[in-house]
C-alpha cells in the first residue's frame, strides 16, 4: 500500500507512535509518505520505502497566526496526486483530521482517510468550544476511527456524541530493540555508589505533573539512597528545576533534556514515575516496562489498561505523593519482587504491545477501510520480500 502518515515531528508519543507505525510499515514492502512540518523525531537515518514531505506555511505581515489548516491540506492533495496515496493516516485529530478531510474534498473523494485519537486531542484541546465543532465533524468524516485505548475511545464517544465506530488500536514497542541491556558504564556515571535509579520521561507539560515525580523523589531519598533522571523537556522543566534547588537535591537529580537514545537510560533504571493527571495511554512507560522497569503510576485514562496493579508496578490516586511514595520505596528495597515484577513488565510487553502484532492490526484496519469507501482506483503495490 501507499499509505501517507500526518504528524507532529516533535518530543510526543503521538509522533513517536505515528514514526514508528511508518518504518515498521515500510520494513514490510509499504511505501510510506510522512508529511509534517519538520522532521519527526524519530525518523533518524535513510530508510527503504521512506519518504518524507514537509509543509511550508507562508508567512505574510496580514496573517498574525501561521495558517498550517489549508497548507497541510494542499501538501496532502500533492502527495495523494502524485504518489498516488491509497491511505492517509492522520495522527492527533488537531488539526491533521481536518486538513485530510479538506484534502479528500479537493480529491473528490479518492482518499481513505484513517485519524488515530492519541490523548489531549480528545481530552483537552479537542474540547475547547472554538475547537469542538470542527473536532466532531472531521472525526465522523473520517473513513476509520482508532483510538490508543478503551479509555479514549469511550471519552470520545461521550464528550463529542460521536456515533461511530471507534477501533481500539493500542499503542506499541519494539520489543527487540526495547530491552534491558547491560550498561554499567551508564549506571556507574548516574549512581556511583550504587544508588537505586528512579526514572521519569516526558514532555514536562501540565498534565505530567513533573512536581509530583520531584516530590515523590524527595521522599523515596529520605529511606532509600537514590538518584533521580528527568528526561525531556517542556514548559514544566524551569518550575521543576527550580523546585529541585528549593529541596536542596540538585546531586541526586538529573535533567537531561530531550534525549533519543532511551535503551541504555532506561537499562540502568530500577524505577519509572508517571504520576499524570491525564493519560489516554503511556507510550514511554511501555517502553520502560519492554527494558524490565516496573512503574508508578496515577490510575487515570488508560494507564490501568497498559500496567496490571500488583504485577506489572502500582497504580495510586493522582497526586497521592504518599502512596506513590510508599510504593517506590516497596519496590526499591526488594530486589527480588522489583526483578519480579520487571519481568512481568517485559513480559506483557512482548505478549500485547508488540510492535508486531500492533502492526498486523493497523494492516488488517486499512485493508478494511479500503474495502469499505471502494476507492475508484487501486493503487496498491506488491510488498517488496
Ligand atoms: O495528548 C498528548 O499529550 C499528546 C500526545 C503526544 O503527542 O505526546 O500524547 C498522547 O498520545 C500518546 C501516544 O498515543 C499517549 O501515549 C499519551 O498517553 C497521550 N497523552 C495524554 O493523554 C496526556
Redesign the pocket.
Known amino acids: 500500500m501507499k499509505i501517507g502518515i500526518v504528524c507532529?515531528p516533535?518530543?510526543?508519543?503521538?509522533?513517536?507512535?505515528a514514526t514508528e507505525l511508518g518504518k515498521a510499515l515500510a520494513a514490510r514492502g509499504h511505501q510510506i509518505h510522512f508529511i509534517s512540518y519538520a522532521m519527526p523525531m524519530r525518523l533518524d537515518g535513510f530508510l527503504g520505502n521512506v519518504f518524507y514531505h514537509e509543509v511550508e506555511v507562508a508567512r505574510y505581515p496580514l496573517f498574525e497566526f501561521p495558517l498550517y489548516t489549508p497548507a497541510l491540506a494542499s501538501k496532502i492533495v500533492e502527495v495523494s496526486r502524485y504518489e498516488k496515496l491509497d491511505i492517509l493516516h492522520a495522527h492527533?485529530a488537531i488539526p491533521h483530521a481536518v486538513s485530510a478531510f479538506l484534502a479528500k474534498q479537493i480529491l473528490h473523494g479518492d482518499l481513505t482517510i484513517i485519524t488515530?485519537l492519541?490523548?489531549?486531542?480528545?481530552?483537552?484541546?479537542g474540547l475547547e468550544p472554538g475547537f469542538l465543532p470542527v473536532m466532531k465533524f472531521s472525526i465522523e468524516q473520517s473513513d476509520g476511527v482508532t483510538a490508543?485505548?478503551r479509555f479514549?475511545r469511550e471519552k470520545t464517544t461521550t464528550n463529542y456524541g460521536i456515533d461511530k465506530e471507534i477501533t481500539v488500536i493500542p499503542?506499541f514497542v519494539e520489543t527487540s530493540k526495547y530491552r534491558r541491556i547491560q550498561r554499567d558504564d551508564v549506571r556507574k556515571s548516574f549512581a556511583p555508589q550504587g544508588e537505586k535509579i528512579l526514572v521519569h520521561v516526558s514532555?514536562f507539560?501540565m498534565?505530567?505533573r513533573v512536581t509530583d515525580v520531584v516530590r515523590i523523589f524527595a521522599e523515596v531519598r529520605k529511606k532509600v539512597p537514590s538518584k533521580l533522571l528527568l528526561i525531556g523537556d517542556g514548559p514544566d522543566r524551569s518550575m521543576c528545576e527550580v523546585l529541585v534547588r528549593e529541596l536542596n537535591m540538585q546531586e541526586d537529580v538529573t535533567f537531561l533534556g530531550k534525549q533519543i537514545e532511551l535503551v541504555p537510560l532506561l537499562s540502568c533504571s530500577d524505577l519509572m514515575l508517571m504520576p499524570?493527571q491525564?493519560?489516554?495511554?503511556?507510550?514511554?512507560a511501555?517502553e520502560a516496562m519492554a527494558c524490565e522497569v516496573p512503574v508508578i503510576s496515577s490510575s487515570v485514562?488508560?494507564l490501568p489498561e497498559l500496567q496490571v496493579h500488583g504485577e506489572t508496578g502500582y497504580i495510586a490516586e493522582i497526586g497521592d505523593i504518599d502512596r506513590m511514595s510508599r510504593y517506590a520505596i516497596d519496590l526499591l528495597t526488594n530486589d527480588g519482587k522489583r526483578a519480579m515484577f520487571g519481568a512481568a513488565c517485559r513480559r506483557r510487553a512482548v505478549e500485547h504491545f508488540d510492535v508486531e502484532k500492533i502492526v498486523d492490526q493497523y494492516e488488517d484496519y486499512y485493508r478494511q477501510c479500503l474495502g469499505s469507501t471502494a476507492s475508484p482506483a487501486s493503487h496498491t503495490a506488491p510488498a517488496s520480500p
Request: hydrophobic share 30%.
Open positions: 507532529y516533535t518530543y510526543g508519543g503521538s509522533g513517536v507512535v492527533y488515530t492519541h490523548g489531549t486531542d480528545i481530552t483537552l484541546v490508543v485505548s479514549l499503542n514532555n507539560r498534565v505530567k499524570s491525564s493519560e489516554s495511554f503511556g507510550l514511554s511501555l485514562g488508560g
